[in-house]
Nanobody
Framework: QLQVVESGGGLVQPGGSLRLSCAAS????????IGWFRQAPGKDREGVGC???????LYADSMRGRATISRDDAKNTAYLRMTGLKPEDTAVYFC?????????????????WGQGTQVTVSS
């Protein structure tokens, strides 16, 4: 059974940067697709972006140009680097993993989810 754990959230000032990590265990990490999603207070969860096994990335409009997703298969970890953070980026950020999420970055395609990590952008 896949286990997914996010880390790296916290309080950051507007305009700042943050890197979140996603560790997945229970399956060969290199063969997993990883997705990043977020849920702001009072809003539905939305996509940030995904990285497929092999490294192809897809980004949602929510943070396009300000988010970079990468992975280090040797460390069983994926990353979400966010820059130019705005107060409206405040949300719980979730990582999800799946052996085959397809070629779309959709929540419904991911079977294993972490508990989320809080990111707060405020001065």
């Amino acid at each position: 059974q896949l286990q997914v754990v996010e880390s790296g959230g916290g309080l950051v000032q507007p305009g700042g940067s943050l890197r979140l990590s996603c560790a997945a265990s229970g399956s060969a990490f290199a063969y997993l697709d990883i997705g990043w999603f977020r849920q702001a207070p009072g809003k539905d969860r939305e996509g940030v972006g995904c990285i497929r096994r092999g490294g192809m990335t897809l980004y949602a409009d929510s943070m396009r140009g300000r988010a970079t997703i990468s992975r280090d298969d040797a460390k069983n970890t994926a990353y979400l680097r966010m820059t130019g953070l705005k107060p409206e980026d405040t949300a719980v950020y979730f990582c999800a993993a799946d052996p085959d999420s397809g070629y779309v970055c959709s929540q419904s395609q991911f079977g294993s989810w972490g508990q989320g990590t809080q990111v707060t952008v405020s001065s």
